[in-house]
């Protein structure tokens, strides 16, 4: 089963199709072994083999079953007119997040309208410590469930600026502990920045964080505190709407 979830999880995070030597090294699998269990899922529609290139890539099982995923957690169903709302309202994509193995998925998305702005892909995955969403996920998580899911990770760098150090993550994570909203300040990608809120449930842990992202040349100190306000509304009349929140 292992196996089986190594080659799903490569070719989701590989955005293309994917030749079989290659997958097979990815995945420290022999060739004859990852074509038997290439064979089993494309039989089962989990995987596909493009014709043109013979290089496989996920097949439409894993859209029904993402599908499924969405409509079963009801609060992503909520969030939809919300976050259009949102970005009809400020200009700039919003999009809501979970956590998964120390990724953060996107799980709901409305694009900004502008000539330039931000793209955001369902079910794309990117990682937690050098994403807004990611970080106010993890600051709000019980201590020792954190530090157990960031020690099984190293933390890649993704541009000049992504935090690399478990020393560094935790004194960040403190900050938005305490602020209540993280930023991305071109750490995922350069001329990529965003400002997340979570998604509390009664406890106060983050079900999910709900961003505004925007390119470099739109994001303006000035601009935060209205963000995280707006975000805020937003966030905290989803989780009321959703039941997760005390009255």
């Known amino acids: 089963m292992a196996k089986v979830l190594d080659i799903l999880e490569h070719l989701g995070h590989a955005g293309r199709p994917v030749g079989i030597s290659d997958l097979a090294r990815a ?3 022999h060739v004859s072994t990852a074509h038997r269990l290439l064979r089993t899922l ?3 529609g989990y995987v596909e083999q493009r014709a ?7 097949g439409p099982r894993v ?3 993402g599908n499924a995923y969405v409509s ?4 992503v169903t909520l969030a939809r007119p919300r976050i259009e709302a949102l970005r009809d309202r400020i200009g700039e994509t919003v999009h809501l997040g979970v956590l998964s193995d ?3 998925v996107e799980v709901c998305s409305a694009l900004s309208q502008k000539p330039v702005g931000v793209s955001v892909r369902t079910g794309w995955r990117d990682p937690a410590h050098c994403s807004a969403v990611g970080k106010v996920i993890l600051a709000h998580l019980p201590d020792e469930e954190r530090k157990a899911l960031l020690a099984r990770r190293s933390l890649e760098r993704r541009t000049a600026r992504t935090i690399t150090t478990h020393r560094e993550l935790e004194t960040e994570l403190s900050r938005v502990r305490t602020q209540g909203y993280a930023v991305d300040d071109e750490e995922l990608s350069d001329d990529l920045c965003c400002v997340a809120v979570p998604l ?3 406890a106060g842990r983050a079900i999910a964080g709900m961003s505004a992202a925007m390119p470099k040349a739109r994001f303006h100190s000035e601009r935060i505190p209205e963000l995280v306000r707006l975000l805020g509304e937003a966030a905290r009349g989803l989780a009321r709407q959703a039941e997760f929140a005390k009255d």
């Open 27 to 29: 995945t420290s699998l």
């Open 42 to 44: 494309s039989s089962r």
């Open 52 to 58: 043109e290139s013979r290089r496989y890539a996920l």
């Open 63 to 65: 859209f029904e079953l």
């Open 72 to 75: 079963g957690r009801d609060f």
């Open 102 to 104: 120390g990724d953060v």
């Open 200 to 202: 509390l449930d009664g």
